[in-house]
């Protein structure tokens, strides 16, 4: 397969996946089946995205317009552990790879194990070359490069058995978002998808937001409201009751919505159901600090990325700002 052989061929799975089909719902629900967090409104949400954002011809062709590519490359196998935060967290990874014009050898994770491996069968049935271009293991050996996404105990495992080898090891990240108190109502219910969307599971989900001293916080709280319907996942509504007896019984001060916890706590990291927040009196200091820290994905807010596209990366977006293709081209 050649490369633009390749780019059609990822084009047309934007298009299967755009398009209503009972192999890919059949697909979608055993996706939710095994894993709950993966309910169909995120399931849905997180195949739109891949299929608006990452596999549309002409984005592809503007992408790889950036590298050097031609069908020269000589072919590396590149094992990939992906991640199972969010339905096909892994799929740029993939994406890359198949794109470089390597061979991938995938470990799902068990949460997430369903839906990639369904889109690599319509790419086989398509072009049955792309078997011999990727393929699954429970084990990754004899691989040439690695590429890792995990908890920050994991990379210190990927990093002790890919040591010999060319690798990216991607450890815990969080995204915040910076607030002025002059957000808009639309500004509000776009922040409220960015700390919502997928359960704020990801690594591109906000869970901290820095606001300005005499903040109100009454638009924020309604705003919020737009997720009360979590109150009807029994792993969120756990979730949410534990934390909330948690700060009742340690006597801390917090606000809710009956949805969302809001605490005060210099913490990028907040539990599932909480939202942790930071007073500042500057926030060129603020930007200043995000920036350098090395567990901050992405910032929200006026000054930085909109507020409701946390949860939209481009093809340049790459995770932990590592430039995966550049990796991938210099095997």
Known sequence: MNLQ????????????????????????????????????EFVELSLKNIAESFLQKD?????????????????????IVMAGN???????????????????????SSKDEVLLKHLIEKMQSINNTTSSLVGFAEQLKNCDAYIATGSNNSARHFEYYFSKYPSIIRKNRTSVAVLGGNETTTDLSNLADDIHQYFGLGCRSVTKIYIPKGYDFVPLLEALKKYHHFFDHNKYRNNYDYQLAIYIMNNLYYMTNDSVVLVENKNLFSPISSLHYEFYTDEE???????????????????????????????????????????????
Not at 11 to 40: M, V
Not at 59 to 79: C, F, M, R, S
Not at 86 to 96: A, E, K, M, Q, S
Not at 286 to 294: A, C, H, R
């Open 5 to 40: 052989e390749r780019i059609n061929l990822l084009a047309d799975i934007g298009h299967y996946i755009s398009t209503e089909n009972a192999l890919l719902s059949e697909a979608k629900e055993q996706a939710y089946l095994r894993n709950n967090w993966f309910i169909p």
């Open 59 to 79: 984005k592809l062709e503007q992408w790889v317009a950036h590298y050097h590519l031609d069908d020269n490359i000589t072919p590396k196998k590149v094992g």
């Open 86 to 108: 969010l339905p096909l967290v892994g799929f740029h990874d993939f994406l890359c790879c198949f794109i470089a014009g390597h061979k991938s050898l995938i470990k799902l």
């Open 285 to 331: 200091t603020v930007k200043n600090s995000l920036t350098e820290n090395q567990q901050v994905q992405a910032i929200i807010g006026k000054n930085f990325i909109p507020f409701g596209q946390s949860q939209q990366p481009a093809l340049m977006d790459y995770a932990d700002g590592v430039d995966t293709m550049q990796f991938l081209l210099g095997l």
